[in-house]
């Protein structure tokens, strides 16, 4: 059994997600024998990193995230803090030698993301970032079909994330709407996820053009250390949002692949349809992840009954049986964190480099720095490799 010291730094949602993910790893996956230990988790606010030591079992909790790099039988280094935390914290547990991952948006911006991936490539480090949506079992069946050439020949993708954490004109001014502490807005915390998955299915992206907006101009101020980003407090006092609701944009892919992303986190309705659908010359798949643990496929070869059919993830498709022996007896988000989880003590247990890290990190922010780009040209703009500020 290889045992691997994990120290956590932020413990809000994700933080506390990732801890519960680390401890499920030797349970849903006994044979890789793999033992993740918690040793520290660290929170500015001291009753969140108190509470997160007593509910998952670390060792220490610290106010001082430092402690966490600097602690001997720490070997990977897990960031889940505000966006504009990232880059600072990464350069600092890239010099004390550890392991990382970190959550998307990675950087606050494209250049920081390139910066990012510089530090930990010279160092020699591992990487890996929280694209979680990616490891449903139902999109590795999708990407699996798609690599065995099911559905042939790819002609156009569509991907989306369309949630509606921010509809409320009453939820607060979190961090992640102001561009001093989240960096971009939509662009940044949703699109990283749909260009991950686009370009995992699709192949890489050749050139975009897009386009943004922010509907909601004003919100309620957030109070320090409270509440997430679903937080509301309607009769507060209000300021302006500074990074944008909305973004979409038209794709062309380097394999002549045609399609369009889009997002938003103010949209009326959907609550959480993060999905896509791919087609081909001889069929397509369509996913959502409300409706995570199906997907449907649609084959021209069936000439006679056309349309979706409905395919329930089941035990066949990879890594379900990890979770459940049967088909339709579906998994929940935080599952998808523990196959993150799972992949990356493996990388780490390997000494292999795993997928997606930081380099993959570089390609999402290229395509983000483009679709930027094209908001003031408005003209169409290539893909272009980005380097640190
Ligand atoms: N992969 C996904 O699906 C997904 C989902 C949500 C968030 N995220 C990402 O995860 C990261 C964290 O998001 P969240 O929703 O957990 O945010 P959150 O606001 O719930 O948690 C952030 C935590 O960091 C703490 N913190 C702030 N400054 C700190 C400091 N100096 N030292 C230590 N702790 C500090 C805060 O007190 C808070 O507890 C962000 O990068 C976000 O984009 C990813």
Known sequence: MRTIGIGIIGMGWMGSVHSRAYRAVPDRFPDCQISPRLIICADEVEARAKEAQARFGFSESTTDWQQVLDHPDVDVVNIATPNHMHLEQVKAAAEAGKHILCE?????????????????????????????????????????????????????????????????PGSVLSWRLQSDLGGMGALGDLMSHAIDMGMML?????????????????????TPGQGDHYSTNRDGPTEPVTNEDYVSALVQFENGVRGALETCRVIQGPQSEIGFSIHGTE???????????????????????????RVLAGPEHPLHASFSPGAGIGLGYDDLKTIEAYHFMESIASGRQGEPGFAQAQSVAEVQDAIKRSWVSEHWENIQKIGPH
């Not at 050749?206 to 922010?214: A, D, F, N, P």
């Not at 069929?283 to 059919?309: C, S």
């Open 202 to 222: 699709a192949g890489p992206i050749k050139r975009v053009i897009g386009q943004s907006e922010t509907f909601i101009k004003e919100r309620p101020v957030a």
């Open 283 to 309: 069929g397509a798949i369509r996913w959502d992840f409300e409706r995570m643990n199906e997907f449907e496929l649609y084959l021209t070869d069936d000439e006679q009954d056309k349309g979706y059919r």
């Open 104 to 168: 998307k948006p990675v950087g606050l911006d494209p250049e920081e993301t390139a910066e990012i991936a510089q530090i930990v490539q010279e160092a020699g480090l591992l990487s890996f970032v929280g694209y979680n949506y990616r490891w449903a079992p139902a999109v590795q069946r999708a990407l699996e079909l798609v690599q065995q050439g099911k559905i042939g020949r790819l002609t156009h993708y569509k991907g989306w994330l369309l949630v509606g954490y921010a509809s409320d």
